[in-house]
């Protein structure tokens, strides 16, 4: 599975970005889609995820209420729409698949907040 993320730029605090992340293969829908960051410094970290069956989704506390992550499947696609974002969400942004323990991550895409 190759997984190609976008979306990421510069960005004031209050603002809002829209990522997203394409992958190959015909079997996304099986897939448990994620974003991670990692902030300079810092362990990367779970942003949001959403499962297959009933696309079930839990968020890192700090973006809850502020960050929405949804899935295309007929697009192969997962989405991560964040609003009223904050200077301490600056990172590196990065996709991740999982089907039955295989993990495959994504490029990456940096988000800078910054007035």
């Known amino acids: 599975v190759q997984l190609q993320a976008s979306g990421g730029g510069l960005v004031q605090p209050g603002g809002s970005l829209r990522l997203s992340c394409v992958a190959s293969g015909t079997a996304f829908k099986m897939y448990a889609m994620s974003w991670f960051r990692q902030a300079p410094g810092k362990q990367r970290e779970l942003v949001a995820r959403?499962?297959?069956?009933?696309?079930?989704?839990n968020y890192l506390e700090s973006v809850k209420g502020r960050f929405t992550i949804s899935r295309g499947n007929a697009k192969n696609s997962v989405y991560l729409q964040m609003n009223w974002l904050e200077p301490e969400d600056t990172a590196v942004y990065y996709c991740?698949?999982?089907?039955?323990?295989?993990?495959?991550w994504g490029q990456g895409t940096l988000v800078t907040v910054s007035s």
């Open positions: 959403i499962l297959t069956n009933d696309e079930s989704t």
């Open positions: 991740n698949a999982v089907l039955s323990g295989s993990g495959y």
